[in-house]
């Protein structure tokens, strides 16, 4: 069996859902033949693109164009080679089809209509906020890129939401990401004392704005407190810096930009929790890693997140109240040591319910059933 998956971005461009592929890759390749067609952009915003000398053996890139700029988040971006070459190409069995809404779910579901290929779509989305662009987005889309022998729900909320699209339930398979556990791990030595948020800096989506009003009102109630944030190094960073200094936080929060994952898993170790003040979040992969780590989370109450995060393991609050925020940094920051140990076993507990290799061998057996359907 071959399996073509179909990303916008890849690796080394930094994403939750370009780490998910990469790691389901990896593993699949040992059972199965994969193939990854993708983007040569880095990011979305800048519209750099990707330099590599040696590229990943298993991924073909193609160029894109910025073909509707006026739709926010790279969802006006096309790629009409990779659409020609996919029409073309016949030496695979399925087509694995990620991100609800972007070019590569159109390309799939367009070979699908057109020679009835077999067809998985993982969506990795969630309702998010209820505007009224959002709404007709939801009404068009569905439409023209959701055509499929089954689409891949990773949260039961994103099921919900795609039903409420007209997809009907039978369609539908709730299959939540994973991450790799081999890789992160706890470590009990570890002792840090400051939050850690990782993630794009997009202010209005990950809610960076309401992170950083909730330490300035914490650090006034509870004390210094310090903040590192690892993200892009896209144009938003400069809109971060901002409102720093806005907040004459300069002091408290460290802005580090891209790091390797060896550093990734230093800064997860040292940490006291991880924050994701996300507006709105279909399921959160940097959520697994710090519970991989050992480490709790303070998290936003949208999207999946509930499905993962909850008393035993972090602490939720009402998305966009930096000070119901400020209160969970407070309660976790404060937190007797027994108290928060029950929080980090408990968060390692739960990270070995998302092992990446049950997650990728539950797809394998989803591509065979529709295979042989």
Do not use: W
């Not at 071959?2 to 890849?10: D, I, R, S």
């Not at 850690?196 to 997009?202: A, E, H, Q, S």
């Not at 929080?343 to 739960?350: D, G, H, P, R, S």
């Amino acid at each position: 069996m071959k399996v073509l998956h179909l990303v916008p971005k890849f690796l080394p461009s930094v994403g939750g859902v370009e780490n998910f592929v990469y790691e389901l890759v990896n593993i699949q390749r040992r059972k199965i033949e994969v193939e990854v067609f993708a983007s040569n952009l880095l990011s979305f915003e800048t519209f750099q693109r990707v330099e590599i000398k040696k590229d990943f053996p298993y991924i073909k890139r193609f160029n894109a164009i910025n073909l509707l700029p006026f739709l926010p988040r790279g969802l006006g971006i096309f790629s009409f080679s990779m659409l020609k070459e996919v029409l073309k190409k016949e030496d695979f069995d399925v087509i694995h089809s990620h991100s609800y809404g972007y070019f590569t779910t159109y390309i799939g579901s367009f070979r699908k209509l057109l020679k009835k290929t077999k067809h998985v779509i993982q969506t990795h989305s969630d309702p998010g906020r209820r505007k009224i662009s959002k709404r007709i987005f939801d009404s068009i889309v569905p439409v023209f890129s959701l055509h499929a022998d089954k689409i891949i729900a990773i949260s039961e909320l994103e099921k919900q939401h795609l039903k409420n699209l007209g997809i009907k339930e039978e369609k539908i398979e709730k299959i939540p990401l994973g991450i790799n556990l081999n890789l992160f791990k706890r470590d009990k030595r570890a002792n840090g004392n400051y939050l850690l948020f990782v993630g794009r800096f997009d202010i209005d989506q990950k809610g960076i704005d309401i992170l950083l009003k909730a330490l300035k009102i914490s650090s006034k109630s509870c004390g210094d407190i310090k903040l590192i944030m690892i993200g892009d190094d896209s144009k938003n960073k400069i809109k971060v810096m901002h409102i720093i200094e806005e907040l004459e936080l300069e002091k408290e929060v460290s802005i580090l930009g891209y790091v390797n994952k060896k550093e990734l898993i230093e800064y997860y170790h040292n940490c006291k929790a991880l924050v994701l003040p996300s507006r709105f979040e279909p399921f959160g992969l940097v959520i697994l890693e710090a519970f991989a780590c050992g480490k709790p989370v303070i998290a936003s109450r949208v999207g999946g997140i509930p499905e993962i995060v909850n008393e035993r393991n972090g602490l939720l609050f009402k998305a966009g109240d930096p000070n119901d925020l400020a209160k969970a940094i407070c309660k976790i920051m404060n937190m007797d040591s027994s108290d928060y140990e029950k929080l980090c076993k408990e968060a390692y507990l739960t990270a070995e319910k998302f092992d990446i290799e049950k997650v990728a061998q539950r797809m394998i057996e989803l591509y065979e059933s529709i295979i042989h359907k």
